[in-house]
């Protein structure tokens, strides 16, 4: 039996003679059905008076069996292609919507590639205080220039306790004639703290994990804190390069004994000058293994391809040699703690992998406490 299809609602008399229609069809038989034909205009043939002038007449074989006066009928053989204006407003609405979620997805495709370097590197600006006006009496605010011409401020802590990196009175004499010689040069820790922060706020906790008889030296990060320039990726880098200088040339600390840390964006920079200096030791908190990670990890809706940053820990890492100390919250959402795990077992050198249980991303000093302040103790002081 063929289909009859309305397009716009037909009033019920219409309705009824499209169903007579189609039983008419199909009593004529399967040939003579297929040779119904629908007349559309004002000179409908055989129609008589009860034609109206925009009805349709339906005829089989020459003779018109009755006038429907539904505004649009169609008689169709199996499954209709027509397109009914409802379905055609409707498809155009779907369609518009589409067009506009993909022009849409288009736009954040592009910010996202054009501004990526402002979405990962928020850089904060903050003065830099001077230590010793904070009671920090081994302390002072230092600059550095890096390579590119960057400002890089900061602070660096003088080793304390134990004798080294002190002067220590001679005894020979009295006070006034007493002699002062330096101790030996000490070890270093070179901080790399995580996105979001600045040496005016991380200061007080490098301050309290400052390894006893170790210098400490932080910078900010370009256009991070109090330094000018630019966060980018290869300034970071150079960033690293010239506090790395820095801390080396001073002759109280040993240039042999330098150790990095890293936290989080820190793990990138910690595990690059690891990678291309002889250091003593890396300790890296919460390190994610690429940026290319990250972004699938959080954003899967964007393609990868329009990624610029590397910071591949995970290959870098495979080119350090030295011992590392890998700290890493169980409860850590933003940064997973099978990234951290990934990382350790890519390195090239002994490692070992400490879980602050129920510590997140940034409640690792918190929860962690003195017991991850003493691991990194144990770390400096026994190499």
Known sequence: MRRLTSYLAPSAWARRSAVGAARAAGAAGTAAARSLVITVGEAVPHAGQNAAPSGIAVRHEEQVDWVVTARKIRICDGWCNAVTPTHYFSRMLVLRIVMGLGLAYAVLVLLAWRFQEHLAFPAPRAVVPDPQRLGVTNGERVEILSGDGTRLVGWYLRAVEGGEGRWKAVKGGDASTALHRPSPPSPALLWFYG????????????????????????????????????????????????????????????????????????????????????????????????????????????????????LDNLSTIMRVRCPILVFHGDADRLVPTSMGQAVAAAAGGPVEVVLIHGAGHNETYDIGGRAYRDKVWEFVARR
């Open 195 to 310: 996105n979001g922060e600045t040496v005016a706020a991380i200061g007080p906790i490098v301050r309290v994990f400052q390894p006893p008889g170790t210098a400490v030296l932080v910078v900010d990060y370009p256009g991070y804190g109090g330094s000018s320039g630019r966060a980018t990726e290869p300034a970071l880098y150079a960033a690293a390069e010239a506090a790395y200088a820095a801390l080396a040339a001073r002759p109280e600390v040993d240039p042999h004994r330098i150790y990095v840390y890293g936290r989080s964006l820190g793990s990138a920079v910690a595990t690059w000058t690891a990678a291309h200096h002889d250091v003593a030791g890396l300790i890296l908190e919460s390190p994610f293994t690429s940026a290319a990670a990250m972004a699938h990890y959080h954003y899967r809706l964007f393609p990868r391809l329009i990624l610029r940053l590397s």
